[in-house]
């Protein structure tokens, strides 16, 4: 499998060299081509990006720090395409994972093949402000998963969303919004999903998923996509607030972490328990500042698995909360110092260690998100295992 989609990737590479030899390529991080058929029925824009990480972990002995580990990998590799069919209100989105860690994951549910499709989404503006959503893409779950991992504002997300993020899904979303006064504006999705995760070749295991999210802009909507990018890159010249709830609930899951996590197996099929997850979160911008808050909860009816006779079969939903704080400012040499507090609260039958992440980053945005090296040291404080000391270093680029 490796070996086709190194194959694929050289022949898609070498298709692209020949039509660059016949068309001009679009400015840097606008993508690798920007192509337009003959009769403007359809485009599409092809793009691709890399991060590259160094990473380095010491652990607490006695007031000490040692058992030193290191790494250095792709963290991500991505083909992106994007464009529209037949009518700039119908827009599609393609995104492919190539690196080990895009791929990581696989199980008897996607019958063992590597996960390499990211996103697979159709998007239909058929009426004002209604855009309909079909495929596999994100849910509308909490604001630093919804980020694109290209445009944060640290080399990676926090723990909140590490444990309690909802992902992607197969499905489909009803988008909205709705301006209440001049500047006051309202946004809403609604989403139906498969409520297994991305990439599920067996159908589906449980019940289905549903996903609601409400945001509210007081101070008017953020230019381009800014309530959704971390850092003030655009150095917003009037302050901008994005208020934001999601909630979600999974009926007959059968993964720990809702759509995510293990599959609770038991001697009689796969262990169903219905589980809910709550986000709140906000995000400000004005002058260079930006600060970002988040919560998350996640309960469920029968949170331990359990074979039919009642023994426990080990599976146990992490049910819990977290909370996320950051904050950064951008300087004008596009220079940004960070900082972030992160909080996991599992509860007691899942066996976790409640967690607080104290992280200082340091980023240089040469071109933006697009063209990036980002630095950050984080202190993890557990409250049974052995604190943590992390350095990482991050170079990214996005054609």
């Not at 262990?271 to 906000?282: G, M, P, S």
Request: hydrophobic share 35%; aromatic share 12%.
């Amino acid at each position: 499998m490796k070996l086709k989609l190194t194959a694929l990737a050289v022949m898609l590479c070498c298709m692209l060299t020949s039509h660059a030899q016949e068309t001009n390529s679009p400015k840097f991080g606008k993508g690798l081509f920007n192509l337009v058929g003959k009769d403007s029925s359809w485009t599409m824009k092809i793009g691709a990006r890399v991060q590259l990480l160094g990473s380095t972990t010491w652990t607490e002995n006695d007031g000490d720090l040692g058992n030193l580990q290191s790494s250095m990998l792709v963290r991500r590799s991505r083909l992106k395409f994007d464009g529209y069919a037949l009518t700039p209100k119908l827009k599609y989105k393609l995104e492919f994972g190539l690196s080990n860690r895009d791929m990581s994951g696989a199980s008897y549910y996607t019958h063992n093949s590597p996960r390499f499709v990211m996103d697979a989404v159709m998007k239909w503006n058929f009426h004002g402000n209604f855009v309909l959503w079909f495929g596999q893409t994100k849910l509308p779950g909490n604001r630093e998963r919804v980020i694109s991992s290209a445009n944060l504002q640290f080399v990676d997300r926090s723990i909140l969303n590490a444990g309690f993020n909802i992902d992607r899904d197969m499905g489909i979303q009803l988008h909205h919004q709705i301006a209440i006064t001049k500047k006051f504006v309202i946004k809403e999705v609604l989403a139906i999903s498969q409520g297994e995760g991305r990439n599920v070749t067996t159908g589906n295991l449980g019940g289905q998923q549903y996903t609601g999210r409400l945001e509210m802009y007081p101070f008017g909507t953020f230019e381009g996509k800014e309530d959704y990018m971390g850092s003030d890159l655009k150095r917003t010249k009037s302050p901008k607030l994005a208020l934001g709830v999601s909630y979600d609930f999974n009926d007959n899951a059968v993964r720990t972490r809702s759509n995510m996590g293990t599959y609770m197996e038991t001697d009689n099929g796969l262990f169903e328990t219905d589980i809910t997850t709550l986000f709140v979160d906000a995000m400000f911008k004005y002058r260079g500042l930006s600060i970002m808050g988040e919560y998350a909860n996640r309960d469920a009816d029968t949170p331990v698995a359990v074979n039919s006779d009642g023994t426990p079969t080990g599976d146990i939903v992490q049910v819990g909360s977290g909370y996320n704080l950051s904050a950064g400012y951008l300087f004008k040499s596009n220079w940004e110092v960070a900082g972030r507090y992160a909080n996991t609260d599992f509860k007691e039958i899942t066996g976790r260690d409640t967690t607080n992440e104290y992280t200082l980053g340091v980023s240089k945005y040469i071109v933006g998100h697009k063209l990036k090296v980002q630095s950050d040291i984080t202190y993890a404080d557990f409250a049974v295992q052995s604190d943590k000391l992390g350095w990482r270093l991050q170079f990214e680029i996005h054609f």
